[in-house]
């Protein structure tokens, strides 16, 4: 079977923020960095709490918050819903299925080391139809 | 080989907005549908010009632009990047790869009949696995 793991696909690099940054804050962060979220983390302890996304900035629009002056804090998604990276691609897949979640931060040992989003995962459907031809071509062949 | 089709994994509901939309009302017909996108379209003839995201909108709050006023056609991805449902899932995630995009309008004969995104396309990796597995199995029995 084709298991590639988790860390073969993953972004390994995730930007953080703390509770108390703004949506608009928040915003320019992901845009200036071109991704869709963000791990929000205690200022404090340095914790990971929860995480926020181009969805969660986008529906504070849709509720007519104020982007300048809303905290993350107030609405990211937590509990954090995690995958080790040394988990198999199909079992994230499956995981982000079952939470309906579209990123999985990548947690080893506690330590926060990429995050998984769905375009990792299709861009690697292509890499998995050839691995999947280049097999069965060797089953075949006597 | 797995050749299942855009048809089979695409979602068949689409939401259109008018290029006069403002980012706020788009914010609230996307939330309200639980969805990430909405095609926008000429309100005078009616053709599908581009595709306004949630994304998209972050983006405008990241500029600090008036969400209220801002309108989808002045900050729309177009023209559209488009699939034909009856293409193979594969080709249409080396599609979303190539043109770094995240959501295909399906268009069958120039009418829209869908949207496919990467969630839809990673909610299909178990059913390949599943698939593959099966597959493998019968190459293998005698």
Redesign the interface.
Known sequence: ??TQSVADVMTPIVQTVTTGAT??ET??L???SDI?SAIVVDPETDENLGIVT??D???Q????AD?ATVRVGSFMSSPLVTVASTEC??TA??L??DRSV?RLPVVDDGELVGIL???D???Y??R??RE??RR?TA??TP
């Open positions: 079977m084709i949506a608009s915003a320019r992901l845009a200036a869709g181009e969805s900035i986008m529906h629009v849709a509720t007519d982007v691609i199909h897949a499956e982000m299925k579209q989003t769905t375009t995962l299709v861009y459907i292509p998995l139809r999947i031809l069965r089953l075949l």
